[in-house]
């Protein structure tokens, strides 16, 4: 009886984390072109004095939708991206593509951030140059992420500190 209890338990645990998951909202638009995505981000962010940060990884990745509602759900972190960057989620999946020699060009265009896993940052400056690529797990603790890691990652970019 002990050990029907305790797989019972176990179950609805590991459902509960699947409909956590399931929760969390989808953030890549899989039907556009990355690399339209990031030169229109380019056009926009230097018309109002922004870097662009580029989150690669695409609605398959568990971390890359937690980062996503992670930075969004926090007001302080919120307000230094939107004070700063133009984000966007720009979507690749490593394991299928409808577009092989698009998405081969976008990572090309990204200074070749898979090499880190996902989901990767690749902050863009005013140029639309790759000035940091980000590996994400610098910024993770436990199964989400760490405030003040990512605030320092953050700050770290901003176009203020860049120039100064």
Not at 9 to 32: C, H, M, P, R, W
Not at 50 to 73: H, S, Y
Not at 98 to 117: T, V
Request: some cysteine; hydrophobic content about 40%; aromatic content about 10%.
């Amino acid at each position: 009886m002990k050990r029907i209890l305790s797989i019972a338990i176990l179950l609805a645990f590991i459902s509960l984390g699947n409909t956590a998951q399931a929760q969390l909202k989808k953030v890549y638009d899989e039907s556009i072109n990355p690399l339209e995505q990031i030169s229109n981000a380019l056009v926009q962010a230097s018309m109002q004095g922004k870097f662009v940060i580029c989150q690669v990884g695409g609605n398959w990745c568990p971390w890359c939708l937690r980062f996503a509602d992670f930075i969004t759900t926090d007001e302080e972190i919120a307000k230094v991206v939107d004070d700063n960057f133009v984000y966007i989620h720009v979507n690749y999946n490593p394991r299928s593509s409808s577009d092989e020699a698009r998405d081969k060009a976008m990572l090309k265009r990204l200074g070749n951030p898979g090499r880190f896993g996902y989901p990767v940052f690749v902050v863009l400056g005013e140029n639309g140059n790759v000035l940091h690529i980000q590996d994400s797990s610098f910024l993770e603790e436990g199964k989400g992420y760490n405030k003040e890691k990512v605030l320092r990652f953050f700050n770290a970019w901003t176009p203020n500190a860049v120039k100064q």
